[in-house]
């Protein structure tokens, strides 16, 4: 009986991970949608990573990074990827679509596809389809972000992660 008590917590666990990890990528979405830039920080580890294609310019796939809180901050201070005062209010990133989630003690990866529209006027336009590599890791008790990998629709190590998602 105990065996089988052992086993049932551990599925159970494995499920509440599971829903606290597209839980915090749906709050992703909504913090930098809104803005809460303190909310969106505090969803990040402090070693925290981003490392996505660029999307513009001449080589669209070029990859920009940043390393640690207080890079991410700098990003969200420079309003790149058109984070100016007009996408404020009027864009809808979703996050964790197709997602496959791992995890692996406190550590966890997931996959899958994000999307980013952006209301002008009556139009809805799709400014971002991408793959997307996520790892999580777990610190007092909550699952926070610690690396983003976003490739654009095309980019040549797409299908890496991608394969990641096995």
Not at 3 to 29: F, K, N, P, Q, T
Not at 37 to 53: I, K, P
Request: aromatic share 12%.
């Amino acid at each position: 009986m105990e065996d089988r008590l052992a086993v049932l917590e551990a599925r159970l666990r494995e499920l509440e991970d599971d829903r606290e990890i597209r839980e915090l990528l749906a709050r992703y979405g909504y913090y930098a949608d809104a803005p809460l830039d303190e909310e969106y920080f505090g969803l990040f580890t402090q070693d925290c990573v981003m490392d996505v294609s660029s999307g513009r310019g001449e080589d669209p796939y070029e990859i920009v990074r940043w390393e640690g809180l207080a890079q991410m901050r700098r990003f969200l201070s420079e309003r790149t990827a058109q984070h100016d005062n007009g996408f404020y209010g009027r864009s809808f990133h979703v996050q964790g679509n197709n997602l496959a989630v791992r995890v692996t003690g406190d550590d966890a990866v997931a996959n899958g596809y994000s999307f980013i529209f952006h209301q002008d006027g009556p139009t809805l336009k799709l400014l971002s389809a991408s793959f997307n590599e996520w790892a999580f890791r777990r610190e007092d008790g909550r699952w926070k972000i610690q690396m983003r990998k976003r490739r654009m629709a095309g980019a040549p190590d797409a299908k890496e992660i991608l394969r990641a998602a096995e």
